[in-house]
Nanobody
Framework: QVQLVESGGGLVQDGGSLRLSCAASGSIVGITVMGWYRQAPGKQREWVALVTSGGTTNYGDSVKGRFTISRDNAKNTLYLQMNSLRPEDTAVYYC?????????WGQGTQVTVSS
């Protein structure tokens, strides 16, 4: 089994920054992709960013240029640096990874951006 634990969420003002972390543990040999999704109240879950095992990154249009995804393989930890936050970034943020063809989710961490 795989366990994902997110942290780093909170309340921040418009234009502020936060860094989310996602610690992975368990049977995680062979991770292919790690990423972040978010879900705002009343909306569908939205893909935010991903990083492949080879280090390639990709971002959703709404966060491109403001968010940076990274991973520390030695610590089995995924990060999301979020800058220039906007009220529309308010959501529960979920860590996600794909390992040996199976997808796993964290429990989510709340990010609230006040105007």
């Amino acid at each position: 089994q795989v366990q994902l634990v997110e942290s780093g969420g909170g309340l921040v003002q418009d234009g502020g920054s936060l860094r989310l972390s996602c610690a992975a543990s368990g049977s995680i040999v062979g991770i292919t992709v790690m990423g972040w999704y978010r879900q705002a109240p009343g909306k569908q879950r939205e893909w935010v960013a991903l990083v492949t095992s080879g280090g390639t990154t990709n971002y959703g249009d709404s966060v491109k240029g403001r968010f940076t995804i990274s991973r520390d393989n030695a610590k089995n930890t995924l990060y999301l640096q979020m800058n220039s936050l906007r009220p529309e970034d308010t959501a529960v943020y979920y860590c996600n990874l794909i390992v040996r063809g199976a997808r796993y989710w964290g429990q989510g961490t709340q990010v609230t951006v006040s105007s």
